[in-house]
């Protein structure tokens, strides 16, 4: 049986959403086929945690721990920690080195992806349709006019590097632009501001099973109770997610198709998820995420029972096909 280390924490405000995330994965993973042990990697250090809570310490030469005298090699890592270091590519490149396989696409398409700048202006480039957006970055000098002369009003201002919606404003004035900036890099090092997107908002899973064939997941229909998809809507309940959407199947295979070809033209692999908008007729990316959440109020586990799938079975495949 491999020794599968499940890796949650993190470093960032996510951290919170990794805690419970994590306790799906570990609830699904197939213990007749794997030995879990749960790896917590936070600002205290990197710790194996036992059956009783107790921490020891990873050895991060080469990834190992001690338990009960016994010395154990992981086989395979899977990464549920949401933010860094786990989804912007800096465990990817550190597995890499070590030649450990694991559940996320590799470094590249994981720091690119986290970087909503770099990964729209990658698939803008490719074809895809994305918001219009201007990047902002530190110490830059910030000249509002220019920005609603481009975008026009109102507008989103994100951190470029973080996720769930922390730091993320709806800006529907001038003088508002500023203060929003400053908002967003409390939560990230860069920042995006785009041109808002005016229709459904859908997101899809995708993951490719051991056999190297990719599976669609239904499409989850998001209605926020708030102006957009922010923390409250994701995670306090504050939306309905709706699977199947309520859109044509003539869109529906529009979006699968769309899912599939971001999936392989950004060399993606794991279970990922890919949010739209549907502004007159047409999909838009906003955002490819290349480690959502798995919390029991999280899109993807729910997209897997519309699927008449089991997760035990989806993760299985997760982890078998690295090994392919």
Known sequence: MKNIAVISGGYSHEAVISKESVKTILANLDTSLFNLYHVIINEEGWNYKNKKGELSPVDRNDFSV??????????????????????????????????????????????????????????????????????VRKNQKIDTKTIVDKLGLPIFVKPCDGGSSYGVSRVVTQEEIEKAISEAFDHGTEVIIESELKGVEITN??????????????????????????????????????????ISHELTD???????????????????????????????????????????????????????????????????????
């Open 254 to 324: 529009k979006v699968y198709k769309l899912t599939e070809l971001i999936y392989q033209d950004l060399g993606l692999s794991g279970i990922v998820r890919i949010d739209y908008i549907i502004q007159e007729g047409e999909p838009y990316v906003i955002e490819v995420n290349t480690t959502p959440g798995m919390s029991k109020e999280s899109v993807i586990p729910q997209q897997v029972i519309v699927d008449n799938l089991i997760l035990k079975d989806v993760l299985t495949e997760v982890v078998k096909q690295a090994f392919v």
């Open 66 to 135: 001690l338990v009960e005298g016994e010395k154990i090699q992981f086989d395979f890592a899977y990464i549920i920690i949401h933010g860094t270091p786990g989804e912007d590519g800096k465990l990817q490149s550190y597995f890499d080195i070590l030649g450990i396989p694991y559940s996320t696409p590799n470094h590249l398409a994981t720091t690119i992806t986290f970087n909503k700048w770099a990964c729209n202006t990658l698939l803008t480039a490719l074809g895809y349709k994305c918001a219009a957006s201007i990047i």
């Open 205 to 246: 899973g995708i993951f490719k099973k051991s056999n190297q064939e990719l599976h669609v997941l239904p499409i989850t229909e998001i209605v926020s109770e708030n102006d957009f998809f922010d923390f409250e809507a994701k995670y306090e309940g504050k939306s309905k997610e709706i699977t199947p959407a309520r």
